[in-house]
Every structure is written in structure tokens, then in C-alpha cells.
């Protein structure tokens, strides 16, 4: 069989395009990174584009180059040039380090798209493809190549070694692709090379340079995960190791005491220091859930920061600080009213709403006939169900996300029902056993110890359960925490 190089080459490019975007897809839809989604749309217009370049004889694109959609070839070019952009942003993570360069960005390649589409689809319209040819090679092309040299000169002042990965990439397709272009309208060669053979080799290079750079991406994604979580163990660790040397010294000193005094001494300091550890202990299992959602808070507002947006950082932060001093306040108290447990837990929504763009309603009815400042609870009991209710059921629901709080009353016993439109429990389970890196969560664990030492303390039959919640179809349809605060008496 004769070798044919320009069958060669095109099948190439094909099958590597077909693999490089199915990787991609995979591993966007499992991490939800962004510039592995937008690689894909990126390699899939591409290869949109080898396909309609085909070289073989095909009947349906002989039909098509007669029709006013001729010009379709040029225009999947547009396409995955304006991927190419929004994949370099989050590939490189534009937006954290070159804010203003970023949105710069964004409103070149909307003006870009915005143009090209409607001259295609005038061309289309007028029957006139040879204006979008006109338009493509004699404006878009001459304003992209620019466009693109200055996005390769600005890379260099990001940090890190990812940038290399996009200026080699970027800067070998660049060349490659102006000869494949302008060559046959110079009517110049190279080598007596066919100057679309250039195009093909630029393409296969880059995508070779791309696939080590999300590779590489991919390795400081766990990297950073891993020290995230190793930062997180060594706070709790510490913080146990605090409490149980004050558990140490308690107990040390009831034995002490026990020694030398009488027995009706011995039995009121043995209460009074039983309570003490027993205060201890709902410290420790309390502060075992704060390092965590401290984290959690402030990278809700260090985008404001590092945006430079002054006002809506000193507002949120405000917020943050008076969190913050709950949370520490929290430590020194065993219970608070439940009306002041539901302002804490607006105050947290108010600030994880940040990374949602107030696309989270909180709405909380209040039972009309009870004295929510009458009942006590311990303190943040509610902020674990609401924090996963955030990250495991709303943040994966498109639309409209919202939690609701209503009251009711039964007999001696308030009834709380704490309502998501999330995705469900079992859907999240399946999502978290895709993921790379997957976080025990210890905060459901935390607040049954919690209640069950409250009830003992207190006399009372605090309780919750978990309830998954279906529409008329059966489907999932969110999550119910379904609290009970009994009062025997």
C-alpha cells in the first residue's frame, strides 16, 4: 500500500484530538476544573474542523462547500480559538494572580465571538460565504495572531512553571499556523512541504505540550489538596493534645483530692470536676469541627481581597470577624438560645453565599406560638448540616438552590425540619467516590457526641435524623435534617 502523507497526518491528528478530549472530559466532569472542560470544547471544535478538512472523498462535504454553509470550516475556527482563550485563564489561573488581565480577556474574546457570529451569519443569510472567508483570513486572523502574541508575552509574568507549558505549546502552534495560512497566499514552500502539513504538525506539537501541562496541572491539584489536609490534622492534633493534658490535670487533681479529704468532700469536688471534664469534652469535640470551617470562611472572601475590591472585602470580612468571635465565644459557653443559633446560622449562609453569588436563599420560618430564647441548644449544632447541605447537595444543583427552616409543634416537642433542593445523599455519594481526593467528614459524628452529652448534662431528649426527600416522579429531590427538642418535663 502506497503511503500517502496527507492521509497519514490527518488520521493522526484525528485519533490524538479524539483521545486528548475524551481524557479531558473525564477529568473535568470528576475534578470540576474548569480548563480541563474548556480544553475539551477546545479539541473538539478542532477536530470539527479536520473533519470537514478531510481529505477523503465525501459526498456530504462536496454538498455542503456548495451552499452558503461553506464558510462553516472557518467559522469552527472561531470557536476553538475563542476555547483557546478561556482555557489558557483557567489553565494558568489567570484570575488569581492578573485580575485586570483576565477580564480583559473575557470582553475581547465575547467582542471576537460577538463579530464573527454575526458576519457568519450574515453570509449564510445574504448567500454570500465568501464574505466570512474575506472576514476570517483579513481581519479575524491578522487581530487573533496579535492577540495572541500579547497573551504569550503577559504569561510570562505568572508564576510558577504551568506557563511554560502554554507559551511552548502556544508559541509552536502560532508559527506553524501563520505558514499554514499565508504560505499558499505568498505561494511560498518549505521544503516542497504542502503548507497545510505545517498546520497538522503545529497542531500535533501543541497538543503534545498541552497534554504534559494538564498532567503536570494535575499533580499540583493533589499536591495542594494533600497539604491543605496535612495543615488541617496537625491544627486538630494540637488542639486535642491541649484538651487531653487539661483532662490529665483534671483527673490528676480529683485523685489528689480524693486521697486527703473526707468522703462527703470527696463526693462534692468529684461532681464538681466531673462537670468540668465533661465541659472539656464537648470543647474538644466542638473544636474539632473549627479549624475546618475556619478555612472554609476565609477562602469564601479571598477573592474580594485578591480582586481588590476594598468595600465588598472590609464588608465581608466584617461578617467573618464577628463569626469568628462567636466561634470563640462558643468555646467558653455550653448552650445558647436557639433564636441566637439561628442568627449564627444566617450569618454563615451570608458568607458562603460569597462563592455562590447570592444564589443560595436561606429562608427560615419561626414558629409563631413558641419562645425560641426559652430553648437551649449548644452552640454551631446546626452549621455542619447546613455546610453539607452547601457542598454536597446545592453547590452540584443547577438553578435556583434554597434551604428552608420550618417549625412546627408536637405535644412537649419543637420540631425543626431543615429542607435543601440539593441532589440528594446518594447522588452525592456517587460524585464523591469519583473524585480524586475525598475528606472524611467528621461533623455529623461530632454532633450526635455533641447532643448526647447536652441530654446527659441537662436532663433532655434532644435528636435528629436524616431523611432523603423525593418528588412525585420518585426522584431525589433534596435532603431533610429533621431535628426534635423534647422536653421530658
Known amino acids: 500500500m502506497e503511503f500517502v502523507p496527507e492521509l497519514f497526518f490527518w488520521q493522526l491528528m484525528v485519533t490524538a484530538l479524539s483521545i486528548l478530549g475524551i481524557i479531558s472530559l473525564v477529568i473535568g466532569y470528576n475534578s470540576k476544573e474548569k480548563s480541563f472542560l474548556f480544553y475539551f470544547v477546545y479539541t473538539f471544535f478542532l477536530l470539527f474542523y479536520f473533519i470537514l478538512m478531510t481529505p477523503y472523498d465525501v459526498e456530504w462535504r462536496d454538498q455542503l462547500y456548495t451552499t452558503s454553509f461553506k464558510s462553516l470550516r472557518w467559522y469552527s475556527q472561531v470557536i476553538y480559538n475563542c476555547s483557546y482563550f478561556l482555557f489558557f485563564l483557567y489553565f494558568l489561573d489567570v484570575r488569581t494572580h492578573l485580575y485586570k488581565f483576565y477580564k480583559f480577556i473575557i470582553k475581547v474574546v465575547a467582542i471576537m465571538f460577538s463579530i464573527a457570529s454575526l458576519v457568519f451569519l450574515y453570509s449564510i443569510l445574504s448567500v454570500k460565504p465568501e464574505v466570512f472567508d474575506f472576514f476570517y483570513i483579513y481581519i479575524f486572523v491578522p487581530v487573533l495572531f496579535c492577540f495572541a502574541i500579547y497573551t504569550l508575552i503577559k504569561s510570562f509574568f505568572l508564576p510558577g512553571r504551568l506557563k511554560y507549558f502554554f507559551i511552548t505549546g502556544g508559541g509552536i502552534f502560532i508559527v506553524f499556523a501563520m505558514i499554514a495560512l499565508f504560505f499558499p497566499i505568498m505561494r511560498w514552500r518549505i521544503f516542497n512541504i504542502k503548507p497545510f502539513f505545517n498546520f497538522y504538525i503545529g497542531i500535533y506539537i501543541e497538543q503534545f505540550v498541552f497534554a504534559f501541562g494538564l498532567a503536570y496541572k494535575v499533580k499540583l491539584i493533589n499536591l495542594s489538596l494533600l497539604e491543605k489536609s496535612l495543615e488541617n490534622q496537625q491544627i486538630k492534633e494540637k488542639q486535642n493534645q491541649f484538651l487531653e493534658e487539661k483532662l490529665k490535670e483534671k483527673e490528676n487533681e480529683i485523685l489528689f483530692i480524693t486521697a486527703k479529704a473526707e468522703e462527703e468532700r470527696i463526693s462534692r469536688l468529684k461532681s464538681k470536676f466531673e462537670d468540668e471534664i465533661h465541659h472539656l469534652h464537648l470543647v474538644s469535640l466542638q473544636n474539632q469541627m473549627n479549624p475546618h470551617f475556619i478555612f472554609n470562611a476565609l477562602n469564601s472572601i479571598k477573592f474580594f481581597l485578591i480582586e481588590n475590591d476594598k468595600e465588598e472585602a472590609i464588608y465581608y470580612l466584617n461578617k467573618f470577624s464577628k463569626l469568628i468571635r462567636i466561634i470563640l465565644e462558643s468555646v467558653q459557653v455550653e448552650s445558647i438560645t436557639l433564636e441566637k443559633e439561628l442568627s449564627i446560622l444566617e450569618l454563615y449562609v451570608n458568607i458562603e453565599n460569597i462563592r455562590f453569588e447570592d444564589k443560595i436563599e436561606l429562608k427560615i420560618n419561626k414558629p409563631k406560638n413558641s419562645n425560641l430564647k426559652n430553648i437551649m441548644v449548644p452552640p454551631m449544632i ?108
Not at 409 to 414: A, G, Q, S, Y
Not at 418 to 429: A, E, F, P
Not at 467 to 486: A, R
Request: proline share 2%.
Open 382 to 489: 446546626f452549621q455542619p448540616f447546613i455546610e453539607n447541605s452547601i457542598w454536597h447537595g446545592l453547590m452540584l444543583r443547577k438553578g435556583k438552590k434554597k434551604i428552608t427552616l420550618n417549625f412546627s409543634k408536637v405535644e412537649n416537642t419543637l420540631v425543626l425540619k431543615i429542607n435543601d433542593n440539593g441532589i440528594g445523599r446518594k447522588k452525592s455519594m456517587q460524585n464523591l467516590e469519583r473524585k480524586f481526593y475525598r475528606k472524611k467528614s467528621i461533623g455529623l459524628k461530632i454532633n450526635k457526641e455533641r447532643l448526647k452529652h447536652f441530654n446527659q448534662k441537662r436532663g433532655l431528649n434532644y435528636s435528629f435524623k436524616i431523611n432523603d426527600l423525593k418528588n412525585e416522579e420518585g426522584k431525589s429531590s433534596g435532603t431533610e435534617i429533621e431535628f426534635l427538642f423534647t422536653n421530658p418535663a
